[in-house]
C-alpha cells in the first residue's frame, strides 16, 4: 500500500485515496484493455476468412477432381454477387448504427457527468443553507438574561384555553 500524505483518521480522505487509486490503475490498463480486444477482433476475422477460404478452395478442388459440371449460367453468377452486395451493405449499415450508438451513449455520458457536477452543486447549497439555519446566534450573557427575564413576565399572561 502507498503511503499517504494525507490523514489516515479522516475515512472521507482514505476513501479518496482509495478511489484515486481505484481509478488510476483503470486508466493505466484501459489502453491494454482496447488492444487486446482488437487484436482479437483481427484474430477472429482473419480465422473467419481463413475458414471460408479453405472451404471455397476444398469445394473447388473436389469439384475439378470429379466428374460434377460446376458450369454456373451467368444469372446464377448475377444472383452471387446480389446477395455479396447485400450482404456488404448490410454489414456497412450494422457498422453505421454501431458507430451512432457508441456515439450516443458517449453522449449521454457526458450528459451524465454534467447533471452529476450539478446536483452535487444544489446539494452543496442546500447542505450550506440547512447548516445556517442550524447555527446559534450567538447571544452574550446579558441578551440572554433580557430574554429570559421577558419571557418569565410574558409566561403568566399566556393562558390555555380547554378544547373539549
Not at 479522516?10 to 493505466?28: A, E, H, L, P, T
Not at 478442388?61 to 449460367?73: A, G, L, Y
Not at 439555519?133 to 399572561?157: G, N, R
Request: glycine share 2%; charged share 25%.
Amino acid at each position: 500500500m502507498k503511503k499517504s500524505t494525507k490523514k489516515q483518521d479522516d475515512i472521507y480522505d482514505v476513501c479518496m485515496q482509495n478511489v484515486d487509486r481505484y481509478f488510476s490503475d483503470i486508466k493505466k490498463t484501459t489502453a491494454t484493455y482496447l488492444q487486446s480486444v482488437t487484436d482479437l477482433q483481427q484474430e477472429i476475422v482473419r480465422s473467419w476468412r481463413n475458414t471460408i477460404d479453405t472451404a471455397i478452395t476444398f469445394q473447388q478442388k473436389f469439384v475439378s477432381n470429379s466428374s460434377i459440371n460446376m458450369k454456373t449460367p451467368g444469372l446464377t453468377t448475377k444472383l452471387v454477387d446480389a446477395v455479396y452486395e447485400q450482404l456488404n451493405k448490410a454489414h456497412e449499415l450494422q457498422n453505421q448504427m454501431l458507430i451512432a450508438s457508441i456515439d450516443a451513449i458517449g453522449q449521454n455520458v457526458k450528459s451524465f457527468n454534467n447533471n452529476v457536477k450539478s446536483f452535487t452543486e444544489l446539494r452543496n447549497k442546500m447542505i450550506e443553507s440547512y447548516l445556517s439555519l442550524m447555527k446559534m446566534p450567538k447571544v452574550d450573557a446579558e441578551t440572554l438574561k433580557k430574554a429570559i427575564s421577558s419571557y418569565k413576565k410574558d409566561m403568566p399572561k399566556i393562558e390555555l384555553k380547554k378544547v373539549r
